[in-house]
T-cell receptor, first 113, second 115 residues
Framework: GENVEQHPSTLSVQEGDSAVIKCTYSDSASNYFPWYKQELGKRPQLIIDIRSNVGEKKDQRIAVTLNKTAKHFSLHITETQPEDSAVYFCAPLGWGSQGNLIFGKGTKLSVKP | DAGVIQSPRHEVTEMGQEVTLRCKPISGHNSLFWYRQTMMRGLELLIYFNNNVPIDDSGMPEDRFSAKMPNASFSTLKIQPSEPRDSAVYFC?????????????FGPGTRLLVL
């Protein structure tokens, strides 16, 4: 099955700085790569995703980049704001996992004002 | 659409009691997932259904846990008997199991406390 690792597990930045979270996966059949954000006491929600035929995707201050050869993808947040403070999960989908999203252990991002 | 609906939102019970958690997926979604989240173990997939059929229950911790999906709009997760270590937030999620429709939507969760 899919083995997913996220780094770092915790990340603290000053407001306005950039944050990068990396996710590595093992299933070469993975073809869909989402990032979920979970604010304290709330449910995980999709914030951005990318498919294997694309190398990068941007949505305002967030972006995801994919390196299929190296089997990793990253979440980039620019001009961080206090409301970006949350736990972020990567969840690659691969057919080796019966078509399931396999969630990483999460990265806790703290943005200090 | 109201999104994925879960009930109850909070449950406090005593060890040994039966607990039933309920979920209504988004209409038209054919895959339903039950997760458990704790600080120690993170987000764990317990079981999932495709077209109301259980596909993989390898994440169900033990025989005290059972799940059913009698129709496309309703699922239950039952714990009998409950134990303090079952205290967690239980999320239900649903999605269409098709290419380009992979987005998974989570319900608000049920916070379970077993005393």
């Amino acid at each position: 099955g899919e083995n997913v690792e996220q780094h770092p597990s915790t990340l603290s930045v000053q407001e306005g700085d950039s944050a990068v979270i990396k996710c590595t996966y093992s299933d070469s059949a993975s073809n869909y790569f989402p990032w979920y954000k979970q604010e304290l006491g709330k449910r995980p929600q999709l914030i951005i995703d990318i498919r294997s035929n694309v190398g990068e995707k941007k949505d305002q201050r967030i972006a995801v980049t994919l390196n299929k050869t190296a089997k990793h993808f990253s979440l980039h947040i620019t001009e961080t704001q206090p409301e970006d403070s949350a736990v972020y999960f990567c969840a690659p989908l691969g057919w080796g996992s019966q078509g399931n999203l396999i969630f990483g252990k999460g990265t806790k991002l703290s943005v200090k004002p | 659409d109201a999104g994925v609906i879960q009930s109850p939102r909070h449950e406090v019970t005593e060890m040994g009691q039966e607990v039933t958690l309920r979920c209504k997926p988004i209409s038209g979604h054919n895959s339903l997932f039950w997760y458990r989240q704790t600080m120690m173990r993170g987000l764990e997939l317990l079981i999932y259904f495709n077209n109301n059929v259980p596909i993989d229950d390898s994440g169900m911790p033990e025989d005290r846990f059972s799940a059913k999906m009698p129709n496309a709009s309703f699922s239950t997760l039952k714990i009998q008997p409950s134990e303090p270590r079952d205290s967690a937030v239980y999320f239900c999620a649903s999605r269409k199991n098709t290419v380009s429709q992979e987005t998974q939507y989570f319900g608000p969760g049920t916070r379970l406390l077993v005393l």
